[in-house]
């Protein structure tokens, strides 16, 4: 059993649509993140939260932290090409230091 | 700064046979994190280390895993002896202490165990 569940895990759409990919736990981080991943490199962070719902905006990407801290969600607003990619949430447990653990992926593929 | 460096990039290898993946993090960091990615599991946590200290290992498949980090700037993962199932891109990543760091991660070794 995974720790973050992510929903979809595969996600295709025309350019121009909106999108949001969801991150759930039973359990309460002290952080969670968002990665982005392309093929043949590592991930790399998107954005950092951290209060209970808090929402940060990165141009056409929105995220957000779930009140009570358990689950997030990332929002893009006006899909293009260059958004494909795999997303990843990562969190820290309050309990786990800086145990970093991800949830399995949202493949994106945004088609022109 | 280079950033997390691995090597090698790829590494293909007969069932049986010892394998070695290397990694210099980037400088000054505290964290070192060992992951695995592979289509049906994602990205799983094998081994963290803080300040060259193994800290959980728990995710760590069976005792064919080893891991070691010598010095600050140098980490191994072993892995002997190995069997098809370890095929998977293995990335180490590092990070400073705190709940907001960034983990910043290597290319990956893409491992075939045939």
């Known amino acids: 059993t995974q720790l973050l569940e992510q929903s979809p895990q595969f996600l295709s759409i025309q350019e121009g649509e909106n999108l949001t990919v969801y991150c759930n736990s039973s359990s309460v981080f002290s952080s969670l993140q968002w990665y982005r991943q392309e093929p043949g490199e590592g991930p790399v962070l998107l954005v950092t939260v951290v209060t209970g719902g808090e929402v940060k905006k990165l141009k056409r990407l929105t995220f957000q932290f779930g009140d009570a801290r358990k689950d997030s969600s990332l929002h893009i607003t006006a899909a293009q090409p260059g958004d494909t990619g795999l997303y990843l949430c990562a969190g820290r447990k309050e309990t786990s230091g800086s145990r970093l653990t991800f949830g399995e992926g949202t493949q994106l593929t945004v088609n022109p | 700064d280079a950033g997390v460096i691995q090597s090698p990039r790829h590494e293909v290898t007969e069932m049986g046979q010892e394998v070695t993946l290397r990694c210099k993090p980037i400088?000054?960091?505290?964290?070192l994190f060992w992951y695995r990615q592979t289509m049906m599991r994602g990205l799983e946590l094998l081994i963290y280390?803080?300040?060259?200290?193994?800290?959980?290992d728990s995710g760590m498949p069976e005792d064919r895993f080893s891991a070691k980090m010598p010095n600050a700037s140098f980490s191994t993962l072993k892995i002997q002896p190995s069997e098809p199932r370890d095929s998977a891109v293995y990335f180490c990543?590092?990070?400073?202490?705190?709940?907001?760091?960034?983990?910043?991660f290597g290319q990956g070794t893409r491992l075939t165990v045939v």
């Open positions: 990543a590092s990070s400073l202490r705190g709940r907001v760091s960034e983990a910043f």
């Open positions: 280390f803080n300040n060259n200290v193994p800290i959980d």
């Open positions: 400088s000054g960091h505290d964290y």
